[in-house]
């Protein structure tokens, strides 16, 4: 099937561990996304890279650092998980950096106790 | 930075009514885009406008992209159980900027 896959689906860990999030892409899109949504619902975005080029940084701590080994996957690495990082994270890809719409994986859920 | 606000924040529609939900910009948009998330699920796209004053038909799904490009509403006609989800629009500054996403609309509806 053609689609934007993530592993973990859910990730119940304790606070102060760190945990990685998988993300890859058979689609062949050269954009990669991840994306934060909390509990009341918005999506905020993280990171983007183009081709393995990080091309959007937001105000995200530094405690979050994706990487991008090839234009298919992208992978989000936290480290010293607090309570607030509890969320739903999405990872999506889209082709001309989102001018055609972004497909979205399933996301992972989060739960920091 | 851009923002994108969306009302209302909540719908609760009566099976067979109509309703719209509205999308507005802080700044000029190159295009607005259109997901749909059911409860559980991840967004998915529905629909980008480009043009000024676009409107664009799916069904029983009517989106427009207002004339200054600043602004959009989804129009849904006879609502049925299956709309039941949360809608965001979400803009583009300029083409490869990235994507602002609207707080949603989450849609009830009783049956």
């Known amino acids: 099937d053609t689609a934007v896959s993530q592993t973990p689906k859910y990730l119940v860990t304790q606070m102060g561990n760190d945990k990685s999030i998988k993300c890859e892409q058979n689609l062949g899109h050269d954009t990669m996304y991840w994306y934060k949504q909390d509990s009341k619902k918005f999506l905020k975005i993280m990171f983007s890279y183009n081709n393995k080029e990080l091309i959007i940084n937001e105000t995200v701590p530094n405690r979050f650092s994706p990487k991008s080994p090839d234009k298919a996957h992208l992978n989000l690495h936290i480290n010293s998980l607090e309570l607030g990082d509890s969320a739903v994270y999405f990872c999506?890809?889209?082709?001309?950096?989102?001018?055609?719409?972004?497909?979205f994986g399933s996301g992972t859920r989060l739960t920091v106790v | 930075g851009q923002q994108v606000m969306q009302i209302p924040q909540y719908q609760h529609v009566q099976e067979g009514e109509d309703f719209t939900t509205y999308c507005n910009s802080s700044t000029t948009l190159s295009n607005i885009q259109w997901y749909k998330q059911r409860p559980g699920g991840h967004p998915v796209f529905l629909i980008q406008l480009v043009k000024s004053g676009e409107v664009k038909k799916q069904k029983r799904l009517t989106f427009q992209f207002g004339e200054a490009k600043k602004n959009s509403s989804l129009h849904i006609t006879a609502t049925q159980t299956t709309d039941v989800g949360t809608y965001f629009c979400?803009?583009?500054?300029?083409?490869?900027?990235?994507?602002?996403f609207g707080g949603g609309t989450r849609v009830l509806v009783k049956p």
């Open positions: 999506a890809s889209s082709q001309v950096k989102g001018a055609y719409g972004y497909t």
């Open positions: 979400a803009g583009q500054g300029a083409a490869g900027n990235k994507l602002t």
